[in-house]
């Protein structure tokens, strides 16, 4: 499969409050082909999830609105087939065990090389 295809189709929801952060993350999963829908905040991150189906989702945990963690738990019921990469500064143990029992596929430690997020998601998707 060639690199510029590898995300082909995929709809991600990137939920970061830095505007640079998510532009980059952004623009290297559409540099895969995948189809981005970007906010910053996690109550628009949640109207999101209820009106479109992504087919992941890349998540901060320290949002506006409402916190990664409520985000991640309320995406279970609202997009139960999206899995779920949190990307985050917060290096805690306790933060990522949490955030993978509440079904988290990956938990990547900011700075994230952007081919390292976009490994996480293409093995998130299946790809």
């Known amino acids: 499969m060639s690199a510029a295809g590898r995300l082909a189709g995929a709809r991600v929801l990137v939920v970061d409050d830095d505007a640079d952060i998510r532009a980059a993350m952004g623009l290297a999963l559409r540099a895969e082909g995948a189809v981005t ?15 479109e189906t992504p087919d992941a989702v890349v998540l901060d945990l320290m949002l506006p609105g409402q916190s990664g963690f409520t985000v991640l738990e309320r995406c279970r019921t609202a997009a139960p087939n999206a899995p779920v990469v949190m990307v985050t500064a917060n290096r805690g143990t306790r933060h990522a065990e949490l955030a993978r029992s509440l079904g988290a ?23």
Do not use: I, N, Q
Not at 37 to 51: C, I, K, P, T
Not at 115 to 124: E, R, Y
């Open 37 to 51: 829908d970007e906010v910053a905040d996690g109550s628009v991150a949640m109207h999101h999830l209820r009106s």
């Open 105 to 127: 596929a990956a938990y990547l430690v900011k700075p994230v090389p952007l081919a390292t997020l976009v490994d996480a998601v293409a093995k998130a998707v299946g790809r």
